[in-house]
């Protein structure tokens, strides 16, 4: 399928991104559609190019937008939201629906997404339709499309908390293993009710032993996953990339060090929780598989990532992703979606044109996003640019082909 107003693709020779190979392409939504979604009533948006840009001031609803579109894929989302909080004003009587179009390779593939508030339920769980078919699984949705994003919040990601880091990375994962998500939820799933029952002096051995078990299954899986993919996404951080240097990675915590896999691994892990339950019982954290830490090194200012200043570790973060989205072209042949929002925030403007030049090269679909349409100059031509202020005070709207 051609796309209008993109320039063809550079050959591998031409590109300066020599990992490309004219078949790696990702896939592209051609409709967007959301109702009652975080300040949108409703909203459909035709989508002619291969890129999107979408400009306007603070509080306007860019970010809101890119989040819907994260949501076409596992998880929770760029904001990681408790999916009452997307709904337009806490409206318990609505639903709130993001829906697309994908053109992948020529297929047209329909996918949408839905939550509506039940009060009678403690979990809060999403519908999920593929080609008007309800799935189960989320999973079935990263083998459609994997999605990366950049938001402003992961400029600080190496002296933030190390839950986000956590996040992070096993997005990054999922990418390359979509059953990875549903890993990590069973596993939460089983500490959460592990835990419970400690707390409330619960000993009942069988039931205990099954969750330990469940633990250690899920806990192996988790971290062969994750151990896997870092020595993969490793090799790749080695390309030299002027602009965003090499941030050299690695995990601390629980089993790290481990040379055990499979089955032994799942052994040890659910041993370890299985002696720990008086510690938890008095009230003592224990470490593992869920509170591991992704530690980075700035290879050229020879510091610990946590240590640099912002602008320092967003672009390691970049150089992070952009060796993901290369890791992910030679294991799958399929680029992932990709979302920067407020691209220029904390970056110099040689950085910022640096990533563009490379971005374009992708043969995938970008949406971007930032207070102006100059820092997008660049792509006047070969982007769909909106300027998200021109819908405000529009409750409903239908933007033309």
């Given at each position: 399928?051609?796309?209008?107003?993109?320039?063809?693709?550079?050959?591998?020779?031409?590109?300066?991104?020599?990992?490309?190979?004219?078949?790696?392409?990702?896939?592209?939504?051609r409709?967007?559609?959301?109702?009652?979604?975080?300040?949108?009533?409703?909203l459909?948006?035709?989508?002619h190019?291969?890129?999107?840009?979408?400009?306007?001031?603070?509080?306007?609803?860019?970010?809101?937008?890119?989040?819907?579109?994260?949501?076409?894929?596992?998880?929770?989302?760029?904001r990681q939201?408790?999916?009452?909080?997307m709904?337009?004003?806490?409206?318990?009587?609505?639903?709130?629906?993001?829906?697309a179009?994908?053109d992948?390779?020529?297929?047209?593939?329909?996918?949408?997404?839905?939550?509506?508030?039940?009060?009678?339920?403690?979990?809060?769980?999403?519908?999920?339709?593929?080609n008007?078919?309800?799935?189960?699984?989320q999973?079935e949705?990263?083998?459609?499309?994997s999605?990366?994003?950049?938001?402003?919040?992961?400029?600080?990601?190496?002296?933030?908390?190390?839950?986000?880091?956590?996040?992070?990375?096993?997005?990054?994962?999922?990418?390359?293993?979509?059953?990875?998500?549903?890993?990590?939820i069973?596993y939460?799933?089983?500490?959460?009710?592990?835990?419970?029952?400690?707390?409330?002096?619960k000993?009942?051995?069988?039931?205990?032993?099954?969750?330990?078990?469940?633990?250690?299954k899920?806990?192996?899986?988790?971290?062969?996953?994750?151990?896997?993919?870092?020595?993969?996404?490793q090799?790749?951080l080695?390309?030299?990339r002027?602009?965003?240097?090499t941030?050299?990675?690695?995990?601390?915590?629980?089993?790290?060090?481990?040379?055990?896999?499979?089955?032994?691994?799942?052994?040890?892990?659910?041993?370890h929780?299985?002696?720990?339950?008086?510690?938890?019982?008095?009230?003592?954290?224990?470490?593992?598989?869920?509170n591991?830490d992704?530690?980075?090194?700035?290879?050229?200012?020879?510091?610990?990532?946590?240590?640099?200043?912002t602008?320092?570790?967003?672009?390691?973060?970049?150089?992070?992703?952009?060796?993901?989205?290369?890791?992910?072209?030679?294991?799958?042949?399929?680029?992932?979606?990709?979302?920067?929002?407020?691209l220029?925030?904390?970056?110099?403007?040689?950085?910022?044109?640096?990533?563009?030049?490379?971005?374009?090269?992708?043969?995938?679909?970008?949406?971007?996003?930032?207070t102006?349409?100059?820092?997008?100059?660049?792509?006047?031509?070969?982007?769909?640019i909106?300027?998200?202020?021109?819908?405000?005070?529009?409750?409903?709207?239908?933007?033309?082909?």
């Amino acid at each position: 399928m051609a796309h209008a107003g993109v320039d063809p693709m550079l050959s591998v020779a031409e590109s300066r991104i020599p990992f490309l190979k004219k078949e790696q392409r990702g896939v592209f939504i051609r409709q967007l559609t959301v109702q009652n979604f975080r300040n949108y009533d409703y909203l459909s948006l035709p989508v002619h190019s291969d890129h999107v840009v979408l400009t306007g001031p603070n509080g306007i609803g860019k970010t809101n937008l890119i989040e819907a579109v994260s949501m076409l894929a596992p998880g929770k989302g760029l904001r990681q939201s408790k999916l009452i909080d997307m709904l337009k004003n806490h409206q318990m009587d609505k639903s709130w629906t993001v829906s697309a179009i994908f053109d992948d390779a020529g297929d047209e593939i329909e996918v949408g997404t839905a939550y509506k508030p039940d009060v009678t339920k403690k979990v809060e769980k999403r519908q999920i339709h593929i080609n008007k078919v309800a799935i189960k699984s989320q999973d079935e949705l990263g083998e459609i499309c994997s999605i990366v994003w950049l938001i402003p919040s992961m400029d600080r990601l190496f002296s933030a908390e190390p839950a986000g880091r956590r996040r992070f990375f096993d997005r990054l994962v999922q990418s390359f293993n979509p059953r990875h998500a549903g890993n990590c939820i069973a596993y939460s799933n089983a500490l959460r009710q592990w835990n419970s029952l400690i707390k409330e002096r619960k000993f009942d051995e069988q039931w205990l032993s099954a969750l330990e078990k469940t633990l250690g299954k899920y806990g192996e899986l988790i971290h062969s996953a994750r151990q896997n993919y870092l020595i993969k996404l490793q090799r790749k951080l080695s390309v030299n990339r002027p602009e965003f240097p090499t941030a050299l990675l690695s995990f601390s915590g629980k089993f790290n060090a481990e040379q055990k896999t499979g089955e032994e691994l799942a052994d040890l892990i659910s041993y370890h929780f299985k002696k720990s339950r008086q510690f938890v019982a008095d009230n003592i954290s224990i470490s593992g598989i869920h509170n591991i830490d992704l530690q980075a090194f700035h290879s050229v200012k020879n510091r610990q990532a946590s240590m640099c200043s912002t602008g320092e570790q967003k672009a390691l973060v970049v150089s992070i992703l952009l060796a993901h989205i290369e890791t992910l072209s030679e294991l799958h042949s399929k680029l992932p979606l990709i979302l920067f929002d407020e691209l220029g925030a904390h970056l110099d403007t040689h950085k910022t044109e640096a990533l563009l030049e490379i971005l374009n090269e992708f043969k995938t679909q970008i949406w971007l996003t930032g207070t102006s349409t100059t820092t997008f100059s660049a792509w006047k031509n070969n982007a769909q640019i909106l300027k998200l202020d021109n819908f405000q005070n529009k409750a409903t709207l239908e933007v033309a082909s």
